[in-house]
């Protein structure tokens, strides 16, 4: 029955258009003997990156050479161990004259497949292919690709839009030369601060847009965190979810948010809340940030900063944002450098700077200020990273603003401020 399914799901594949399949500023390669993995959050967009893949093979290829299966499909529940071989017999039975020639597999979600690693290394040691994997699931994949499969792939983190990549899906144009590219830019921003940039929610009405990023948000804690590792406190776990997403871009004292919920009469002990704090940053849905520190221990005490992988989380379980702009700037600003920079801190002085990181052996400090209008911010803001500079023996430094830009000379050191908009189309260095 399962083989006569499959059948059907790689030639219906193989017959269908992937069309209005916009391509994402992510370079991946289609003729590496390595297993490429994509791993992110749910509904970040790794399906049409695997789309993007095949239209760009389709061009050169006889599709029967192309095998896309997505294993969140209802017609292949439930998934038994010894699926994927029967996948794999269903697809040479079809096509056996392909055993000879080079054939691209596709696995979509692959993580709900039991002992899909030992499939995967089979498949990639006898057999004449390429594969492709994705997976909603950092720790699960992590911990697969770092024994059966290591040595044999290569991993790509994705995340939800880019800015630059949320404008291609708008159809805007960047020209920072045309006063008019420059208002839509603009105005494309206004936007994606209080959407985020979930492919799928770009463009939707408002209560639709609400709708769709709560149904993700269930998806994650139902489908990555409840049925992954059978937690049953269901309850904590919504109140932990509504508290992550609500407080992003501040610092989170494990121990005061154990007190913190036990003054509230929530039953829990204190492993429990770093086990779901990691359970969701496994689901790729959230990051902590440590501060810099040469000491570890030091590091250990002191608390760490929380991060959403999408602004418009906040919009589903808070208020609106108007009293926040700050944070969710600081937030995009960690998502554009996570992209990617994997190891960042904060620095803490007499001042806090909000991001310290490495890049190509090079150092570098980034603080986020929304208005440094007034002369006690400015001054605040400034203070801080050249006492940062300072202490990390560098020489400039950027503080991200909304609209002012210019540059500052003080103590021989460079504070450049820079509006959002300009920072997010720039590369980050």
């Given at each position: 029955?399962k083989n006569d399914i499959f059948k059907?799901l790689i030639v219906?594949?193989?017959?269908?258009?992937l069309?209005?399949?916009?391509?994402?500023?992510?370079?991946?390669p289609?003729?590496?003997?390595?297993?490429i993995?994509?791993?992110g959050?749910?509904?970040c967009?790794?399906?049409?990156i695997?789309?993007?893949?095949?239209?760009?093979l389709r061009?050169n290829?006889?599709?029967?050479?192309i095998?896309?299966?997505?294993?969140?499909?209802d017609?292949?529940f439930p998934?038994?161990?010894?699926d994927?071989?029967?996948?794999?017999?269903?697809?040479?039975e079809?096509?056996?004259?392909?055993?000879?020639e080079t054939?691209?597999?596709?696995?979509?979600?692959?993580?709900?497949?039991p002992?899909?690693?030992k499939?995967?290394?089979?498949?990639y040691?006898?057999?004449?292919?390429?594969v492709?994997?994705?997976?909603?699931s950092a720790?699960?994949?992590?911990?697969e690709i770092a024994?059966?499969?290591?040595?044999?792939?290569l991993?790509?983190e994705?995340?939800?839009?880019?800015?630059?990549e949320?404008?291609?899906?708008?159809?805007i144009s960047?020209?920072?030369?045309?006063?008019?590219?420059?208002?839509?830019?603009k105005?494309?921003l206004?936007?994606?601060?209080?959407?985020?940039?979930?492919?799928?929610?770009v463009?939707l009405?408002e209560?639709?847009?609400?709708?769709t990023?709560?149904?993700?948000l269930?998806?994650?804690?139902y489908?990555?965190v409840?049925?992954?590792?059978?937690?049953?406190?269901?309850f904590l776990l919504k109140?932990?979810?509504?508290?992550?997403?609500?407080?992003?871009s501040?610092?989170?004292?494990?121990?005061k948010?154990?007190?913190d919920?036990?003054?509230?009469?929530?039953?829990?002990s204190k492993?429990?809340?770093?086990e779901?704090?990691?359970?969701?940053?496994?689901?790729?849905?959230?990051?902590?940030v440590?501060?810099?520190s040469?000491?570890?221990?030091?590091?250990m005490r002191?608390?760490?900063?929380?991060y959403?992988?999408?602004?418009g989380?906040?919009?589903v379980?808070?208020?609106?944002l108007?009293?926040?702009i700050?944070?969710v700037y600081?937030?995009i600003?960690?998502l554009?450098?996570?992209r990617?920079v994997?190891?960042?801190?904060?620095?803490?002085?007499k001042?806090?700077?909000?991001?310290?990181?490495?890049?190509?052996?090079?150092?570098h400090?980034?603080n986020?200020?929304?208005?440094?209008?007034?002369?006690a911010t400015r001054?605040?803001?400034?203070k801080g990273?050249?006492?940062?500079?300072?202490?990390?023996?560098?020489?400039?430094?950027?503080?991200?603003?909304?609209?002012?830009?210019?540059?500052?000379?003080?103590e021989?050191?460079?504070v450049?401020?820079?509006?959002?908009w300009?920072w997010?189309l720039?590369?980050?260095?």
């Open positions: 029955m059907r219906d594949f193989q017959e269908k258009e069309s209005n399949v916009i391509d994402r500023e992510i370079s991946i289609l003729d590496i003997s390595k297993i993995s994509l791993v959050v749910r509904r967009g790794k399906t049409h695997l789309y993007s893949l095949i239209n760009s061009k290829l006889d599709r029967r050479n095998v896309y299966i997505n294993l969140e499909d017609r292949v998934l038994q161990s010894g994927l071989a029967t996948f794999l017999d269903a697809y040479y079809l096509y056996p004259a392909k055993k000879n054939v691209y597999f596709f696995f979509d979600e692959i993580q709900n497949a002992h899909w690693e499939f995967v290394r089979r498949l040691d006898t057999e004449n292919c390429r492709y994997i994705t997976g909603s720790k699960l994949l992590s911990k024994t059966a499969l290591r040595g044999r792939t991993t790509y994705i995340f939800p839009l880019s800015f630059r949320f404008l291609k899906f708008k159809g960047v020209n920072l030369h045309s006063s008019g590219s420059t208002a839509n830019i105005n494309a206004a936007e994606y601060v209080l959407k985020g940039g979930f492919p799928e929610t463009g009405s209560d639709i847009f609400i709708r990023l709560q149904e993700y269930d998806l994650i804690m489908r990555d409840v049925e992954r590792y059978n937690v049953t406190n269901t109140f932990l979810f509504k508290y992550c997403f609500a407080n992003f501040t610092a989170i004292s494990f121990n948010l154990y007190n919920f036990r003054s509230q009469g929530l039953q829990l492993n429990t809340v770093y779901y704090i990691s359970y969701l940053e496994d689901a790729y849905a959230l990051f902590t440590p501060i810099y040469s000491s570890i221990r030091e590091g002191n608390p760490k900063k929380l959403s992988v999408d602004t989380f906040k919009r379980v808070d208020m609106p108007a009293n926040d700050g944070r600081e937030n600003v960690f554009q450098l996570r990617s994997r190891d960042i801190f904060y620095f803490k002085g001042q806090e700077v909000d991001f310290y990181y490495v890049k190509a052996g090079v150092k400090l980034v986020v200020c929304y208005d440094p209008g007034k002369p001054q605040r803001e400034v990273l050249i006492e940062a500079m300072k202490f990390l023996n560098l020489s400039e430094g950027y503080i991200i603003t909304s609209e002012l830009e210019e540059e500052i000379q003080e021989g050191k460079t450049r401020l820079l509006p959002l300009k997010l720039s590369e980050v260095k």
